[in-house]
């Protein structure tokens, strides 16, 4: 196991450019350069929330929209985590938190697995949130889920705000993925009757 839980992703194509840092035992520091404020937003949450360091330097083809923004550095980010995990020794694998943001409320359940997979229970609201459509949302976490190879249940309770929807799944998201991968001094090797994750 390495000391040092951190990697770094570079993807360049045709539509967004994008280079990543993160570290999974850090500070909840972040450095968040992105074409699509209500993200840059989003991601300063995931970090800070989630005890994590996270540096994004992104461009991207947002004069047409946002969407190859988001959704590669969702790749990007799921990247980072899947190899920043290593070979997973001694984590605690899941995690599951709820969150309450004013009138909203959002669970996220995570089992680090190597089984990708996106469940997504409930409504988020309005389709836009200033000039970000919400949209976005699933799709970031979608391909999030994917590449970090992490089985992803998100589910929203209610909310009337979508704002403070999209925050609370954010901040539950955070939690639950610092949860997951967690050292637990406890457990010798991975945490799974397989031998591997």
Same mark, same amino acid.
């Given at each position: 196991?390495?000391? *040092?839980?951190? %990697?770094?992703?570079?993807?360049?194509?045709? *539509?967004?450019?994008? *280079?990543?840092?993160?570290?999974?035992?850090?500070?909840?520091?972040?450095?968040?350069?992105?074409?699509?404020?209500?993200?840059?937003?989003?991601?300063?949450?995931?970090?800070?929330?989630?005890?994590?360091?996270?540096?994004?330097?992104?461009?991207?083809?947002?004069?047409?929209?946002?969407?190859?923004?988001?959704?590669?550095?969702?790749?990007?980010?799921?990247?980072?985590?899947?190899?920043?995990?290593?070979?997973?020794?001694?984590?605690?694998?899941?995690?599951?938190?709820?969150?309450?943001?004013?009138?909203?409320?959002?669970?996220?359940?995570?089992?680090?697995?190597?089984?990708?997979?996106?469940?997504?229970?409930?409504?988020?609201?309005? %389709?836009?949130?200033?000039?970000?459509?919400?949209?976005?949302?699933?799709?970031?976490?979608?391909?999030?889920?994917?590449?970090?190879?992490?089985?992803?249940?998100?589910?929203?309770?209610?909310?009337?705000?979508?704002?403070?929807?999209?925050?609370?799944?954010?901040?539950?998201? %955070?939690?639950?993925?610092?949860?997951?991968?967690?050292?637990?001094?406890?457990?010798?090797?991975?945490?799974?009757?397989?031998?591997?994750?």
């Amino acid at each position: 196991m390495s000391d *040092e839980r951190k %990697a770094t992703v570079k993807r360049q194509t045709g *539509e967004t450019n994008i *280079e990543l840092d993160v570290q999974l035992d850090g500070s909840g520091q972040a450095d968040i350069q992105t074409p699509v404020p209500f993200l840059n937003h989003m991601l300063d949450l995931l970090a800070r929330h989630g005890q994590m360091d996270i540096r994004v330097q992104a461009s991207g083809d947002v004069e047409v929209d946002d969407h190859h923004t988001a959704e590669d550095i969702g790749i990007c980010l799921g990247q980072a985590v899947k190899e920043a995990l290593g070979d997973k020794q001694g984590i605690r694998r899941y995690g599951a938190v709820h969150i309450p943001m004013d009138d909203a409320l959002a669970q996220v359940v995570i089992d680090l697995g190597n089984r990708p997979h996106l469940e997504f229970r409930g409504e988020i609201g309005a %389709a836009k949130v200033g000039t970000f459509d919400t949209e976005l949302v699933y799709e970031f976490l979608w391909k999030f889920a994917v590449e970090a190879r992490m089985n992803l249940h998100v589910i929203v309770h209610y909310g009337r705000n979508t704002h403070h929807v999209i925050e609370a799944i954010f901040k539950a998201l %955070a939690r639950a993925l610092s949860e997951a991968a967690e050292i637990d001094p406890r457990v010798k090797g991975v945490p799974s009757t397989k031998g591997v994750l």
